[in-house]
């Protein structure tokens, strides 16, 4: 870091002495990451470690956003500068770790909200209405069928329709008794909490 610094005002010089005859100013970026984006007046001029940049005289917006795309919640800092003939100005684009914040159920790092994460066990919950839902269904469906079949046992007398309402019976009954397996389930835990 000091053989840098050290060189600094090489590297100042040698960027004032080739800037074309618009850049009047020399802008340098610390940061602590190196692969900071500067934006000057929304314009795009290299990365932090490639300065010191050559800029106009007058007022300029510099921006420094952080290089990689994945860090969200790192704040970009932003200097509202007024540049002179033959100034070295410098900013400082420090970006501080995201410190977590709870709030109402919410997490804020650095300005970004972020849902919590879904507790481990909620998957019980879901697997509990769900298989009550569709057990209610499935017994529904076998209940109307038996009751079809008994409809036609009543009029036809005949017995060989009498295994077939018993299975469909037994089976609306199956259904029932899981879908109230999973109605306790959620119930209990619903209760519990």
């Known amino acids: 870091m000091r053989v840098i610094e050290s060189l600094l005002p090489a590297a100042i010089l040698l960027v004032a002495t080739t800037l074309p005859a618009s850049a009047q100013a020399v802008l340098v970026v610390r940061s602590n ?16 470690v490639e300065g010191p940049f ?15 795309v ?6 970009p800092v932003e200097r509202v500068l007024d540049v002179s003939d033959g100034d070295t100005v410098t ?19 650095g300005g970004v909200v972020a849902l919590d994460p879904i507790p ?5 919950d879901a697997a ?12 529904v469906h076998f ?5 079809a079949r008994y409809d036609i046992y009543r009029v036809t007398g005949d017995p060989t329709l ?8 037994t089976k609306s009954g199956v259904a029932a008794g899981v879908m109230q397996a999973g109605v306790t389930v959620f119930a209990v835990r619903l209760l519990r909490r």
Not at 70 to 75: A, E, H, S, T
Not at 120 to 124: H, M, S, T, Y
Not at 162 to 167: A, L, S
């Open 162 to 169: 009498r295994p077939v309402i018993r299975d469909y019976d």
């Open 143 to 147: 209940k109307r069928k038996a009751d």
């Open 33 to 48: 990451d190196p692969g900071a984006i500067v934006l000057v007046d929304s314009v795009r001029v290299g990365r932090a």
């Open 91 to 109: 900013v400082h684009g420090h970006f501080e770790p995201p410190k977590a914040v709870e709030r109402e159920g919410r997490t804020m790092h």
């Open 54 to 68: 050559g800029v106009e005289a007058g007022r300029r917006v510099v921006r420094v956003v952080p290089g990689l």
């Open 128 to 139: 509990a209405v769900t298989t009550a839902l569709v057990a209610g269904a499935v017994a």
């Open 70 to 75: 994945g860090q969200w919640g790192l704040v």
């Open 120 to 124: 481990r066990r909620r998957w019980i």
